[in-house]
């Protein structure tokens, strides 16, 4: 088995992170990108493959305020704020519409089609974060600058997997979009991505952010296409992944799935140990 280990981060950008200027930050992700550099930095000999996920967005989707609007008391349409669940049944009940009323019809579709899937989400309008091109789009700085140093002492290259480009469906796993839209690739399984992590014949150690969604999302996806022998070299790193605000009891059931699994969990410390022994 080649002794070289892998890294999986998910998502470690700025508006996920609890420090100034962020637009959606989870409370303690700024220290979980900070260990996850000193991990890159002082186990990076031991790592032969880093892959990174950035959520990727423009400012009108479908998960956004600007989508949306409601009625308000005068009737006069009132923008919707964000951390509003919208259901089907609030579309057709007129509770919450689409800005642009020709889009009816596909996001009653749309929101039918998330309720149905497995994991069941309700459509929840988040604070506009990770427009691409924009500084919370960007990666953690500290982050950014040791995996820039693995880059040059490795010569190897990071590879950086976009998600979230089509405004019409959400897009939390990195493997495929919540709903996936006909004729776009994008939203579509990532067979690359599958493959470079299920093939890859070392350890596999996930991080990133956030446990409650995306994290956990983007590994149960690819978990599901793993044997049990390849589930017990994946280790998620505990301390370098934090979940939003609210949902902390789904970022426990899911590291208790992958548990169940035969995923391991350790801290960073753990790992940096294990990746120096």
């Known amino acids: 088995?080649?002794?070289?280990?892998?890294?999986?981060?998910?998502?470690?950008?700025?508006?996920?992170?609890?420090?100034?200027?962020?637009?959606?930050?989870?409370?303690?992700?700024?220290?979980?990108?900070?260990?996850?550099?000193?991990?890159?930095?002082?186990?990076?000999?031991?790592?032969?493959?880093?892959?990174?996920?950035?959520?990727?967005?423009?400012?009108?989707?479908?998960?956004?305020?600007?989508?949306?609007?409601?009625?308000?008391?005068?009737?006069?349409?009132?923008?919707?704020?964000?951390?509003?669940?919208?259901?089907?049944?609030?579309?057709?009940?007129?509770?919450?519409?689409?800005?642009?009323?020709?889009?009816?019809?596909?996001?009653?579709?749309?929101?039918d089609a998330l309720e149905a899937s497995p994991r069941k989400y309700v459509l929840m309008v988040w604070p506009t974060h990770c427009v691409v091109g924009s500084w919370g789009h960007n990666l953690h700085g500290e982050l950014a600058e040791a995996l820039g140093r693995w880059e040059a002492t490795r010569l190897r290259t990071v590879e950086k997997v976009l998600k979230g480009l089509n405004p019409m469906t959400e897009q939390y796993s990195a493997v495929r979009a919540e709903v996936p839209v006909d004729g776009d690739p994008r939203t579509q399984t990532n067979q690359a991505l599958v493959d470079r992590?299920?093939?890859?014949?070392?350890?596999?150690?996930?991080?990133?952010?956030?446990?409650?969604?995306?994290?956990?999302?983007?590994a149960e996806d690819l978990f599901a296409a793993m044997t049990p022998e390849r589930l017990a070299r994946v280790v998620l790193i505990e301390d370098a992944m934090s979940a939003v605000g609210g949902f902390e009891a789904g970022a426990s059931a899911f590291v208790e799935r992958a548990r169940v699994l035969g995923v391991r969990t350790m801290t960073a410390a753990q790992a940096l140990g294990l990746l120096s022994a």
């Not at 186990?43 to 308000?72: C, K, M, N």
């Not at 009737?75 to 007129?94: K, N, S």
């Not at 992590?197 to 983007?218: M, R, Y």
């Open 1 to 111: 088995m080649d002794r070289q280990a892998q890294l999986l981060i998910v998502d470690p950008q700025n508006d996920f992170c609890d420090i100034p200027g962020a637009a959606l930050p989870v409370t303690g992700a700024d220290a979980d990108m900070k260990r996850l550099a000193a991990l890159v930095d002082q186990a990076g000999g031991a790592i032969g493959d880093i892959v990174v996920t950035l959520d990727s967005h423009p400012v009108y989707a479908i998960e956004r305020p600007a989508f949306w609007q409601r009625p308000g008391e005068d009737g006069a349409p009132q923008p919707v704020a964000p951390f509003t669940q919208i259901r089907a049944a609030d579309v057709r009940e007129g509770r919450y519409t689409p800005r642009d009323p020709a889009l009816r019809d596909a996001v009653l579709r749309y929101l």
């Open 197 to 218: 992590i299920v093939d890859f014949p070392g350890l596999s150690f996930i991080a990133g952010e956030a446990s409650s969604h995306c994290v956990a999302a983007t």
